[in-house]
């Protein structure tokens, strides 16, 4: 490919990706809807180069002065939704609509609050510190087995199991992440995977305590005066909840001098260091914080199924995670959002296409990673 002109080998690597992607797709759809989809993917390239490019040669030039103003009316919208009335009405939509839809889909929204707030947690590892951490789901795991145990045995409450089950993974992360933090880049990651599995594979045996293959079972509900949360709306009104609160924190905290000194981090930890930035300290408390959360959601989940049980808190659920935040964009909270809803809602409303879910989600992470890899509404990166 280096042996091509410069205005030849971009092309020429695109159509490689299409023939790829088509290759895969063709077990699948047979030769026909192979190329149909090759056709689509390669429209949506040539789509999205004008967009970028502004080419009104191709376009027209009344065609192009209005793509300018559309991109205009774009910048401004965005501009307009991070100021308070725009906030306060699309929290008002989150709290009305769902009242009128059915126990699905108010679960689905549900499902995607926790991994919202799931996400958020992991940003500040990974989007924040710089930090791959591919068992993210053990801490997840720690809050949930946490409130689990202490409710069925103690009788412990939901709301002080929240701050309970975020402290036991806050306080696990720490002990794990002080001797793990001084390993950097890939070695950082293949730790933190094992870990994750170590964890699963202790609540898998430790039959006395988690309950082994089995579970916990009979866990306790939220409960509010005496109201027990017990329908879908409550679960979902609660973690809407949690929502809000998480991602008031998350605004706040990365627009703080500590959010500003992770960012300085992950772009280039030699210069954080020498303008004395204590970057392992700083690294430890994001590690910790994003346990946290982690633990929070966990016992959230315990208390939503009433049962928790070592197959909940697999890896593809990191991965799960972690795909959300590279695909929103890393340090991007309403990236991170979106991120959420594309990857658990998108596959939801597509359920009859079921058995092409995978390939059409690792089709998308190969062109994310080619055509944007600083996510949706991640932000480009200054040039040296």
């Not at 180069?49 to 910048?75: C, M, P, Q, W, Y």
């Not at 307009?80 to 059915?102: D, E, G, Q, Y």
């Not at 045995?153 to 975020?166: E, R, Y």
């Amino acid at each position: 490919m280096s042996s091509l002109p410069q205005s030849m080998a971009r092309p020429a690597r695109i159509l490689l990706v299409l023939l790829w992607a088509g290759l895969l797709a063709l077990p699948f759809t047979g030769f026909v809807n192979a190329i149909k989809l090759v056709v689509v993917f390669g429209a949506c390239v040539i789509f999205w180069k004008l967009v970028r490019t502004d080419r009104a040669a191709i376009i027209g030039k009344a065609a192009a002065e209005k793509f300018g103003r559309l991109r205009v009316l774009a910048s401004s919208l965005l501009l307009h939704a991070k100021s308070p009335r725009t906030i306060a009405l699309m929290l008002f939509l989150f709290i009305i609509i769902p009242i009128f839809l059915n126990d699905y889909y108010q679960d689905i929204l549900t499902l995607i609050g926790m991994y919202t707030v799931l996400a958020l947690g992991l940003n500040i590892v990974v989007g924040q510190a710089g930090l791959l951490n591919l068992g993210y789901a053990a801490f997840y795991a720690i809050g949930a087995y946490t409130y689990a145990i202490f409710s069925t045995t103690h009788g412990l409450a939901f709301w002080p199991g929240l701050a309970v089950g975020a402290f036991s993974s806050a306080i696990c992360a720490a002990l794990l992440g002080a001797p793990i933090l001084r390993l950097r880049g890939d070695y950082f990651a293949i730790v933190t995977l094992g870990l994750g599995e170590i964890t699963r594979i202790v609540l898998n045996n430790w039959d006395g305590m988690t309950g082994g293959p089995n579970g916990i079972s009979k866990i306790n509900r939220p409960a509010i005066a005496g109201y027990m949360f017990h329908t879908t709306l409550d679960f979902y009104f609660l973690i809407l909840f949690l929502v809000v609160v998480t991602v008031f924190g998350m605004r706040r905290l990365i627009s703080s001098r500590i959010g500003r000194a992770w960012i300085a981090i992950r772009e280039d930890e030699i210069a954080a260091e020498a303008m004395g930035i204590n970057t392992y300290r700083l690294r430890l408390l994001a590690f910790v914080l994003g346990s946290a959360v982690a633990g929070m959601v966990g016992v959230f989940f315990a208390a939503k199924m009433a049962f928790v049980s070592p197959e909940s808190f697999t890896f593809s659920e990191s991965v799960m995670i972690l795909c959300m935040v590279v695909l929103g964009g890393m340090g991007s909270i309403p990236g991170i959002i979106l991120g959420a809803f594309l990857l658990i809602g998108l596959p939801e409303v597509f359920r009859d296409f079921q058995d092409y879910r995978m390939l059409a989600f690792g089709t998308a992470m190969v062109l994310m990673m080619i055509f944007r890899p600083q996510g949706i509404l991640g932000t480009e990166k200054r040039a040296d």
